[in-house]
């Protein structure tokens, strides 16, 4: 059973900067793509960041300048470095993985950005 574990969440003072986590087991294959996604209060989820196997990587405007996403050398490992967060990046951060079509989801760590 494929199962994603996040960490690396907390709260930090705007400007400042957070490193997540996200370790991924059940399976003998590499995840096809590997990323993150949000969801504030009130809001629908979002993206924040994919990576595929080859290195290709995806992300929204509002993160572009700020964020980055690596794989880890240890396989179907997934990082975030998210650096001059705002308050606006207040949100519970889920580890997300594709495979074989089917996706799945991490429990999620909550980011909380102080002004």
């Known amino acids: 059973q494929v199962q994603l574990v996040e960490s690396g969440g907390g709260l930090v003072q705007a400007g400042g900067s957070l490193r997540l986590s996200c370790a991924a087991s059940g399976t003998i294959f590499s995840f096809d793509t590997m990323g993150w996604y949000r969801q504030a209060p009130g809001k629908q989820r979002e993206l924040v960041a994919t990576?595929?196997?080859?290195?290709?990587?995806n992300f929204p405007d509002s993160v572009k300048d700020r964020f980055t996403i690596s794989r880890g050398n240890a396989k179907n490992t997934v990082y975030l470095q998210m650096n001059n967060l705002k308050p606006g990046d207040t949100a519970v951060y889920y580890c997300?993985?594709?495979?074989?079509?089917?996706?799945?989801w991490g429990q999620g760590t909550q980011v909380t950005v102080s002004s």
């Open positions: 990576i595929t196997t080859s290195g290709s990587t």
């Open positions: 997300y993985a594709k495979l074989f079509r089917t996706d799945y």
